[in-house]
């Protein structure tokens, strides 16, 4: 199968998810505590969508996908972020220099999901009417039914 995967399309269903009541908190609970990557669990949803089952050997190429990226960008910039608000929360400038923050840090995560789909693109894609990604990744059954309410 040709992958039906567009990133344009996939970064405006990762915003929109984001934004639903509750998700951003579930998201960043399974980053922080169970050590997911908001993108895989994005982009497993994603694919659900789109009917398309991944198999184990996908999942863990996507895992592998994005260790460096995170280990050597997204981590320290978000070190730099939080030290930044804990040390210059105050300061005249911090405002626009937080919002520049945040927004490099969003680029940075559009790469990241660009890079997934660069890596889902090197296997054969299997269509699924039933398809259940989510479950491969993580075994929270409330994250699962809050990905799936959109």
């Known amino acids: 199968m040709n992958s039906p995967i567009c990133t344009t399309a996939f ?8 934004a639903l009541s509750g998700v951003q908190d579930a998201l ?6 169970d050590a997911k ?3 895989i669990l994005l ?8 009917h398309i089952q991944l198999d184990q050997q996908q999942l863990d190429s996507l895992k592998q996908c994005t260790l460096e990226f995170d280990r050597l960008f997204l981590a320290p910039h978000r070190l730099i972020r939080a030290n930044f608000k804990a040390t210059y ?14 927004n490099s ?4 995560e559009k ?7 660069q890596q889902l693109e090197q296997t054969k894609l299997q269509t699924n009417p039933m398809a259940n990604n989510l479950a491969l990744y993580t075994d929270s059954l409330t994250l699962i039914a809050l990905l799936r309410q959109s």
């Open 28 to 33: 960043l609970y399974a980053q922080h505590q």
């Open 43 to 50: 982009l497993l949803r994603y694919l659900e969508t789109l």
């Open 11 to 18: 970064w405006h269903f990762s915003c929109d998810l984001y």
């Open 89 to 102: 929360s105050l300061h005249p400038t911090y405002s626009t220099v937080r919002k520049s923050l945040l």
């Open 105 to 108: 840090e969003l680029l940075l």
């Open 111 to 117: 790469l990241q999901q660009t890079l997934l789909i």
């Open 37 to 39: 990557n908001v993108n």
